[in-house]
């Protein structure tokens, strides 16, 4: 009994002087690191901010905030945040000519941590139009007959396609409306199937806002 009293305490001292490791807290709290949207037809960019609170007993300095893209820029409201202080960091994406999800991310590094705090801003920008199929081919010495490509514009937009241009003038093409605003079809058509050819068909629309749409179907002899 006395010696099984012994070496728990023995046990007892070793594991007193054991250390005692302390994982740090990051000094800002965010709020959330990612953000979610889906844009607007005809948005040209996408703006919000991260909100984030100092919860550490100490000034905290914003010393860097990059991101991996060009066209997502982001700066916050100040440098230097006191303890207990809330900020944002406010952000804009530039869609431009984009279409479909895109994941980009920003890099914030401060004075009170050697490893930086990363972001991730995700934007869907859908597509205003569909193609079906958005290419057709021909094989070769098949008969260079018409085949067509739909385009359905999304509920709630208007588009008027007016005109068809392929990028090949050896190839033919025709626009017809199904539907004005809102359905079209494009007849495409080579010159022969004696040898490989290709060409895109770009069809230009505007819709009712006033902004200039274009979207491509291809068409190629294989």
Aim: proline letters at 8%; a neutral charge; hydrophobic letters at 40%.
């Amino acid at each position: 009994m006395k010696l099984k009293t012994t070496l728990l305490g023995v046990s007892s001292a070793l594991i007193m002087l054991l250390p005692v490791t302390v994982v740090p807290c990051a000094a800002l709290d965010w709020k959330t690191r990612e953000l979610s949207f889906t844009t607007a037809p005809f948005q040209t960019t996408q703006e919000a901010a991260f909100e984030f609170t100092n919860r550490s007993d100490k000034p905290v300095t914003i010393r860097e905030v990059t991101s991996n893209c060009d066209c997502l820029s982001a700066a916050t409201d100040r440098m230097v945040y006191s303890p207990g202080e809330k900020g944002v960091l406010t952000f804009s994406f530039s869609i431009g000519d984009r279409l479909g999800l895109y994941q980009r991310r920003l890099k914030v590094v401060t004075d009170e941590s050697p490893d930086p705090v990363h972001l991730l801003v995700r934007v869907e920008v859908p597509e205003l139009v569909t193609l079906t199929p958005p290419s057709v081919a021909w094989s070769l010495h098949e008969a260079p007959s018409e085949k067509p490509v739909d385009l359905e514009v999304i509920p709630g937009v208007t588009i008027n396609f007016t005109r068809v241009q392929p990028t090949s003038g050896t190839f033919a093409a025709r626009l017809e409306t199904l539907e004005a605003g809102r359905r079209y079809r494009v007849h495409l058509k080579p010159p022969a199937t004696t040898q490989p050819a290709n060409a895109a068909f770009r069809i230009f629309g505007r819709a009712l806002s006033g902004q200039e749409v274009v979207v491509s179907a291809y068409g190629n002899v294989r």
